[in-house]
């Protein structure tokens, strides 16, 4: 309804004034505006409206500016800077969003009120839409920022040695350079939800103290959580669909020392939607072999109840250890407060200061039973114990299907791990169940992992380079798969390798086909055991210098899946050569050339 003086108790000026207000307010605006003025005493002065100032905009006055950064491998910290973001524009904050790699450094002295979200990438790096800002800020051009008031929130995963590392990096560095904080650091292992929203309901009351915008307020984490999940789907990493297995294969031939599982699992009904370059997250279920090894060695009753969540839920203890807890990997928080539950000199000594190497050559590929028997924790009560386990993290694998190739189904490539550490077979959780204990028929808790930063080009007609050895194939199926339905006409190209040409060429008849039919223009391969030296797919690409170079030149994007740690490094390594000969680049300029594709968002990775 349009205010007008003939049916309000306004006159002209003061119904124009608000015909342009109430249209440019939120919901949650309205309703708090409402709530104010009920609670206004009777008898209080009237508003005096200026009626002689000039016409107000259509948008409310902007209260006070923020800033909010991100950093993010997976897309994380990014849907949790949108919520954020979401969060402060209702409570009148004007909000700048944005990813590290597209922000101005030259602003950032400007900046009086600044928020990060940043995770930590491989061995405490920065991700990499992250790292040319972490890179400017640890240099002597960052200036000093005496009138910045900042905070940051931390993800990462305390399984590694330098957990958070870079939100560390952040806060030191910041604070170096004479900011404020406006709240103390949350850093935030795999299960983030709730320490994230605890981070944010801080912040806010901060921002509410310090600049004086009356803000909307939020009692509960629980509210946080909620309104952060700018998930609109039904099923979500909180609440996982249960997927029918339709196929299991192992993809590699007789004779191979490789297994390699091709999944294929059902979404019908879910409304679950994907993209190429997107992950699905499963929830696995520990090997059963080793929680019952595990109660029987701590003198525990299966049928006992126990905490399953943080939210109240109980189970039974064996099917708490089965699906609830992480019980193969050991961590440093998880030795320090087991030494807290226990009087063991041993267990207590490894984790004072002083002893950090040995701590972190115990932590390595041992896992909750290697501690209970090592250190004698029998009789710990199993309620006191699950307290201190790690909420079982999804695992997430690169999505080998396009949604329009294979409507209402995922398909995945799942490298089987077996190995041998400290006198017991070892193996991975899901990869194992999937390999050993998953039949077509069974059900696998999963959800979509959107993730942003390893996507299609926009414009069909691109060429792109895809790099990705042994699994990391897998999304590569997918932009080929999505590529053909959808008739794009650009070049592409694929260096792929493994160990065997006979027994580990992985989806070798896709590749053949899409060759046949030009969708694939070309594929240079490196099975690395089949020579005297080994090859692999970065000795491919400098093979092909001056190709891969001209391809870049024409535009190509650049996309490199897989292993981190040794082949993401010398993949990136060999295309700073590339650059330096074939382009007679500086090694700055080569380095510059590639932080610019990745700011074009043409050199990708999904790396792990």
């Not at 402060?88 to 101005?104: A, D, N, P």
């Not at 065997?500 to 899409?514: A, C, G, P, V």
Request: proline share 6%.
């Amino acid at each position: 309804m349009e205010l007008q003086v003939t049916n309000s108790p306004f006159n002209q000026d003061q119904a124009e004034l608000l015909n342009r207000l109430l249209p440019s307010l939120t919901e949650t605006q309205l309703i708090w505006l409402s709530g104010y003025l009920a609670a206004l005493p009777k008898t209080a002065s009237p508003v005096i409206v200026n009626t002689s100032v000039q016409p107000v905009p259509a948008a409310s006055p902007v209260s006070q500016e923020v800033t909010v950064l991100f950093g993010s491998q997976t897309g994380n910290c990014q849907r949790l800077a949108k919520g954020l973001t979401k969060q402060l524009e209702e409570r009148g904050f004007q909000v700048s969003l944005s990813s590290m790699i597209e922000f101005k450094s030259n602003n950032l002295k400007k900046i009086r009120n600044l928020l990060i979200l940043v995770s930590t990438h491989g061995e405490g790096d920065p991700p990499d839409n992250a790292l040319p800002f972490y890179e400017f800020l640890n240099s002597k051009r960052a200036p000093q920022l005496d009138d910045l008031q900042y905070s940051v929130l931390a993800l990462g995963d305390s399984s590694y040695e330098f957990y958070c590392q870079t939100g560390k990096d952040f806060d030191r560095r910041l604070e170096e350079l004479g900011g404020k904080r406006l709240s103390p650091r949350v850093d935030c292992d795999l299960d983030f939800d709730e320490p994230a929203a605890e981070w944010i309901k801080h912040v806010l009351g901060s921002l509410n103290e310090k600049t004086g915008v009356s803000v909307i307020p939020v009692e509960t984490n629980e509210a946080v959580e909620k309104a952060l999940n700018t998930d609109q789907q039904a099923y979500s990493r909180t609440s996982p669909f249960a997927a029918e297995l339709l196929e299991n294969l192992n993809l590699n031939g007789r004779g191979s020392k490789l297994e390699t599982r091709h999944l294929e699992l059902s979404l019908e009904g879910s409304n679950l939607q994907y993209e190429p370059g997107d992950c699905l997250g499963i929830y696995p279920e520990n090997h059963p072999d080793l929680v019952d090894t595990l109660i029987e060695e701590m003198g525990w009753k299966p049928e006992d109840i126990v905490p399953a969540s943080k939210k109240g839920d109980e189970l039974p203890l064996r099917e708490a250890l089965l699906r609830s807890y992480e019980i193969t990997v050991l961590t440093k928080p998880l030795l320090e407060q087991a030494a807290q539950l226990s009087s063991n000199k041993g267990l207590q000594e490894l984790v004072t200061p002083g002893h950090e190497e040995e701590l972190r050559a115990y932590l390595i590929n041992r896992d909750l039973l290697d501690l209970v028997q090592d250190f004698s924790l029998k009789g710990t009560p199993a309620r006191e114990f699950v307290s201190i386990l790690r909420k079982m993290p999804a695992r997430l694998y690169s999505i080998a299907s396009s949604s329009k190739a294979n409507p209402d189904e995922v398909h995945l490539t799942i490298r089987t791990v077996r190995y041998e550490a400290h006198g017991r077979d070892r193996y991975g959780v899901c990869s194992i169940q999937c390999a050993e204990r998953l039949q077509p028929g069974a059900s696998l808790p999963v959800y979509v992992h959107d993730n942003p930063n390893f996507k299609l080009p926009a414009n069909a007609d691109t060429p792109i380079i895809m790099i990705g050895p042994g699994t990391g194939v897998a999304p590569f199926r997918s932009f080929l798969a999505e590529r053909e339905e959808v008739g794009a006409g650009g070049k592409t190209w694929l260096f792929y390798g493994d160990q065997h040409f006979s027994t580990d060429f992985l989806y070798q008849i896709d590749w053949q086909r899409w060759l046949k039919e030009g969708l694939l223009t070309r594929m240079d391969v490196a099975f690395s055991r089949d020579t005297d030296k080994k090859i692999y797919v970065q000795h491919r690409m400098m093979e092909k210098s001056r190709d891969v170079f001209q391809w870049l030149e024409e535009g190509a994007c650049v996309y490199v899946c897989g292993d981190e740690k040794n082949m993401a490094h010398d993949v990136h390594n060999t295309l700073l050569t590339i650059l330096e000969r074939e382009g007679s680049m500086s090694p700055e300029e080569a380095s510059a050339y590639l932080t610019e594709l990745q700011q074009q968002k043409r050199y990708q990775r999904d790396v792990y």
